[in-house]
């Protein structure tokens, strides 16, 4: 079936037809971007887990690791480092598209982020914007994106790019630190790009650097200041910070006690952050994962029947549903 377009433009009708499958494969495109902030966290396991349940599940996924120098994705999918990776793209300019190899599991292939003669901190605003517009038209049902550790502000910007963003942690106050900061930098970061365009990004940046003189204590109250200060910013930003959404994913938990961070983390995000965090989910420790990632296979293909697999599936669900981890404190 054909759907026609009819635009008039400057007293001159243009009619395009496009397929109604088109569009609705359009429509149906989701990014997903998996950060948190510190390696070792599992965000690489987490990323190929969720992305072999998808494609076995009919979806068509494409994985893009962009831990650029740090690249091992393709280990967790059990194949060898393709020779194709995001050097081409950036060095050659071979379109991201032409990238993409086929992994052993139907519907789900990979782009490699491999940049030999790049460091994550070298590579150019232009390089990254012309990056996210190729990411942006892919033709997949399910592009998730693994970041690599650390703040940058290439990897903020992936993240704040992507329709959900993911932050996985461990129940260690270090990596609960880590993935804070992580989130906190990114919508810093956020209120900072959004406000730039109104003239107000030097403004925001005075005020957060001299928060203690204008009695700041979270970016949630500076958000609260520069509504009072500058009323007309009330709306820009409640706009620009409508989708700034947090779903976070637990690992390696050991007791009942370690899940219940994921409702604790939820709290300190709206009260600090003044954001909405959703606790999709939760992997208790299990030795399937160390045995499968030493054995170089997937998980949710030799161990598909272990506690892990069945709980990676279910806050994969959560994801695709919008749905929550109810939690007893019982």
Not at 221 to 232: G, M, N
Request: glycine share 8%; no cysteine.
């Amino acid at each position: 079936m054909r759907l026609q377009i009819i635009i008039l433009f400057r007293g001159t009708y243009r009619i395009f037809s496009l397929k109604v499958d088109e569009l609705r494969e359009e429509e149906e495109g989701k990014i997903w971007a998996i950060g948190g902030g510190k390696g070792g966290t599992g965000k690489t396991f987490l990323t190929s887990s969720m992305g072999i349940y998808l494609a076995k599940n009919g979806k068509r996924v494409l994985l893009i690791d962009v831990d650029i120098g740090g690249a091992n994705l393709h280990s967790f999918l059990g194949i060898n480092r393709p020779r194709k990776s995001l050097t081409n793209f950036f060095e050659m300019g071979i379109p991201l598209s032409r990238l993409a190899v086929n992994t052993s599991v139907d519907n789900l292939s990979l782009i490699t982020g491999d940049v030999h003669s790049l460091a994550s901190d070298s590579i150019k605003f232009t390089q990254k914007l012309k990056l996210f517009r190729h990411i942006m038209k892919l033709r997949r049902q399910y592009i998730l994106i693994d970041l690599g550790g650390g703040s940058h502000n290439n990897t903020l910007d992936t993240f704040l790019m992507a329709d959900k963003k993911i932050a996985v942690l461990e129940p260690e106050i270090i990596a609960i630190e880590n993935m804070y900061h992580f989130v906190k930098n990114a919508l810093y970061r956020k209120i900072k790009m959004s406000l730039k365009a109104y003239g107000f990004k030097e403004v925001v940046e005075h005020m957060w650097e001299q928060r203690e003189r204008y009695k700041i204590k979270s970016l949630k109250e500076l958000i609260d200041s520069l509504k009072e200060s500058f009323s007309h910013l009330g709306d820009i930003l409640d706009k620009e910070l409508s989708d700034f959404k947090i779903y976070l994913v637990l690992n390696k938990i050991r007791s009942s006690q370690d899940i219940l961070i994921g409702s604790s983390m939820k709290s300190i995000f709206n009260k600090y952050l003044g954001i909405n965090a959703q606790f999709a989910g939760y992997i208790e420790y299990d030795d399937a994962v160390w045995r499968s990632i030493r054995e170089r296979r997937p998980l949710m293909l030799n161990y598909s029947l272990s506690r892990v697999a069945k709980e990676i599936g279910v806050f994969t669900e959560n994801l695709l549903h919008e749905r929550e981890m109810k939690v007893s404190r019982s």
